[in-house]
């Protein structure tokens, strides 16, 4: 039925007017597509309306979402270019020289920090292989140091959105067209849900994302109203027993008011406490970082996902896969290196039946022959039976939101 819908589009011819009128922002069939999906997806209103059920739309964020946000967010080539001035912190620049051949005149390149992160995987897994006087408290140090490096680099290059205690919220001070955009999409497809017959039902929305920044928490607070919070709505694979400063009011989620928020590759706020995990979105210097550094996952000659935490969400990102009916891939190109995140998404339709009546959407800047191309090494299905249903969309993520709001009714702005 909806499968029809962009040949109808295409199709269709305006008719002629006598009276010259302003010509309409053109609206993507993509854009088009994905809005008649929420619209059929939506709960149904009035007093005999049926039951409609719950629908995941989930989001897959790459560093092209973050950027569509903030245009100074940062692709992994620009983070993963460090200064050597956080690594001095911890070892002299005649160590760094010998250990890893860096100097204090040049920067780590994304190559040698793949190369140094790949020598300390190397020296954790097999204590044999360590240099004389490597152990496993100077590996922790140097490991808290390139983390310190990337935090320092991202705000170098933009600045991170750290939450405003005193407002208790993720500030949005004057937002950007773009931004407002992004917001209005969102608070859209809040609009999409309801549970007033006792259940939830219509569109629900979750996120999946390789970025370690706080843009999708950001989104998700300025959706709602001034007095609540996202921390209230949105699971995150595991359960912190801290928020910033506070405990963690909801232990336990209720699944008709949760989405799930899940950072595949970690995140900047993620600290360990043991066995535990907080979120932390403060400022922090870079000896504090370098003492108690975030959980994520820099880029290596050969990923190491052994920690618990990504053996914690990686099953709840593949049990999400598998229950979403649309998938929208945002600003993520699927390089052929990380294999494993390729995999996951392969979840979301492992076998051409249960690609049946799913979509996915992939917007990106890059051309759409090539986004098609890469989504068919992850679903070869594609080629043969056209599941599931994929559909392009060439620009940024800011534009196609735009498109989708010209399409719908505004939801008020709760401020």
Not at 18 to 45: C, G, I, N, T
Not at 217 to 234: G, R, W
Request: glycine letters at 6%; aromatic letters at 12%.
């Amino acid at each position: 039925m909806v499968g029809g819908i962009v040949e109808v589009l295409r199709m269709a011819k305006p008719k002629k007017s006598k009276v010259k009128k302003p010509a309409a922002p053109k609206v993507s069939d993509a854009a088009q597509l994905f809005m008649s999906l929420v619209e059929q997806f939506d709960y149904r209103q009035g007093p005999n309306a049926a039951a409609q059920r719950l629908t995941n739309v989930t989001f897959f964020a790459g560093a092209g979402f973050s950027k569509s946000w903030d245009p100074n967010a940062p692709v992994g080539s620009q983070l993963f270019s460090l200064k050597t001035e956080v690594m001095e912190e911890v070892a002299n620049i005649g160590v760094l020289s010998r250990m890893f051949g860096l100097d204090s005149l040049s920067r780590i390149t994304p190559d040698q920090l793949r190369q140094i992160i790949y020598q300390m995987d190397m020296y954790e897994r097999y204590p044999d292989v360590r240099s004389r006087y490597v152990d496993e408290q100077n590996i922790a140090m140097f490991r808290g140091a390139l983390r310190a490096a990337i935090v320092d680099r991202y705000n170098e290059l933009t600045q991170l959105n750290y939450f405003d205690p005193a407002a208790s919220k993720f500030p949005l001070d004057n937002p950007t067209v773009e931004q407002l955009e992004i917001v209005g999409f969102f608070r859209n497809l809040l609009a999409k849900t309801d549970g007033s017959t006792g259940f939830a039902e219509g569109v629900r929305t979750h996120f999946v994302t390789t970025n370690y920044d706080y843009v999708i928490e950001t989104i998700l607070d300025n959706v709602l109203s001034p007095d609540d919070s996202h921390f209230l709505y949105s699971y995150r694979g595991f359960t912190p027993i801290q928020i910033v400063d506070g405990p963690n009011n909801t232990p336990v989620h209720e699944h008709w008011l949760t989405q799930h928020l899940l950072k595949i590759n970690g995140g900047f706020e993620i600290l360990r406490r043991g066995s535990d995990y907080i979120l932390d979105y403060s400022q922090r210097a870079p000896s504090s970082i370098i003492g108690d550094p975030p959980i994520v996952m820099l880029a290596s000659r050969e990923q190491d996902y052994s920690d618990p935490y990504f053996r914690t969400i990686f099953p709840k990102v593949v049990r999400l896969m598998r229950e979403s009916m649309v998938l929208v891939i945002v600003g993520y190109s699927l390089p052929e290196d990380d294999a494993l995140l390729r995999f996951f998404i392969r979840q979301f339709a492992e076998e051409p039946e249960d690609g049946f009546g799913k979509y996915i959407f992939y917007i990106d800047i890059n051309e759409n022959s090539q986004k098609r191309k890469t989504l068919e090494a992850v679903f070869p299905s594609m080629v043969t039976l056209d599941q599931p249903t994929v559909i392009t969309y060439q620009g940024s993520f800011s534009a196609f939101a735009k498109e989708c709001i010209s399409l719908s009714p505004a939801v008020p702005d709760p401020f």
